[in-house]
């Protein structure tokens, strides 16, 4: 009797923990997959100008450095996968004034520091090579160099064009929304109309003096091509969305800008 007992005992603790051990197998592909599902990579394009010419005056200028690093580390900590790319390709032209010591914040200071970064940045893809089906949102940075190239550029229009007909977002700041100068919806009409939007005000643009050195003034244009534009106090913090429109006024509005792009990317709504 004690045998039989036994044997009984012995089946009864091998049935149960088998029967456990299916239990933890579901469990942890349950948990892979919700996993793999938080983890979604996002791709962002950033694209920078190759402009760095200012007007007339035999100054330089180029893409604002606190534009694009601050916006760059932001999504890269929260694992967005960032590619550059420029319309000539290439090392683009930093400004030399984003490079004063009054012009440092903490995103600034760890791009000088970051050689990655740096090397990343000296080797960007040529615009033309750029297709937006590799991407889930685009990003222009400023300084005064997209006012004469991306504004103009033949395929910057045509890329933006593309990631808002395919409803992905598309964010600037600073004098970034340039951009918007010339890119048009299906119907023939300027993207930002009837959009709310921000960029430079024309009353920072006086502030620098450079008004009569550009060749528009960022928040004349947007106006004019029926943008409903707003802003803030000269050099505060400021920035607007509106549906896949993401824009910022200056560039301490470049943090709100990358806050606000990626809770787009990864929206209920996206």
């Avoid at 299916?22 to 349950?30: A, C, F």
């Avoid at 580390?73 to 009054?102: C, E, M, N």
């Avoid at 937006?132 to 990003?139: I, K, L, P, R, S």
């Avoid at 509106?242 to 301490?252: C, E, K, R, S, V």
Wanted: proline residues 5%; hydrophobic residues 35%.
């Amino acid at each position: 009797m004690k045998k039989i007992s036994i044997v009984v005992l012995v089946f009864a603790l091998f049935s149960s923990c088998n029967s456990g051990s299916k239990g933890s197998k579901v469990t942890e592909q349950e948990a892979s997959t919700k996993s793999e599902s938080n983890t979604t990579i996002k791709n962002v394009l950033f694209v920078l100008t190759s402009h760095d010419e200012l007007g007339n005056t035999g100054h330089k200028t180029g893409f604002w450095i606190e534009e694009f690093a601050t916006p760059y580390y932001f999504l890269k900590d929260h694992g967005v996968k960032i590619t550059i790319a420029s319309p000539k390709g290439g090392q683009p032209p930093i400004d030399p004034r984003s490079s004063s010591p009054d012009s440092q914040t903490p995103a600034t200071v760890r791009f000088n520091e970051d050689k990655e970064t740096q090397e990343i940045l000296s080797k960007t893809q040529k615009l033309e090579t750029i297709n937006q089906a590799d991407y889930d949102a685009v990003f222009y940075p400023g300084g005064h160099g997209p006012l004469w190239d991306l504004a103009e550029d033949k395929n910057s229009i045509e890329l933006i064009q593309a990631f808002y007909a395919n409803n992905k977002p598309v964010g600037a700041v600073c004098h970034g929304p340039a951009i918007f100068k010339n890119t048009k919806n299906a119907d023939g009409t300027f993207l930002v109309e009837g959009k709310k939007v921000t960029g430079f005000s024309n009353s920072e643009e006086d502030a620098v003096q450079l008004s009569n050195i550009v060749p528009f003034l960022v928040e004349d244009m947007l106006k004019e091509n029926g943008g409903v534009y707003t802003k803030g106090e000269n050099w505060t913090p400021y920035a607007v969305e509106d549906g896949l429109l993401i824009t910022g006024q200056n560039p301490a509005s470049s943090e709100l800008v990358a806050e606000l792009l990626f809770k787009r990317l990864f929206s209920e709504s996206n």
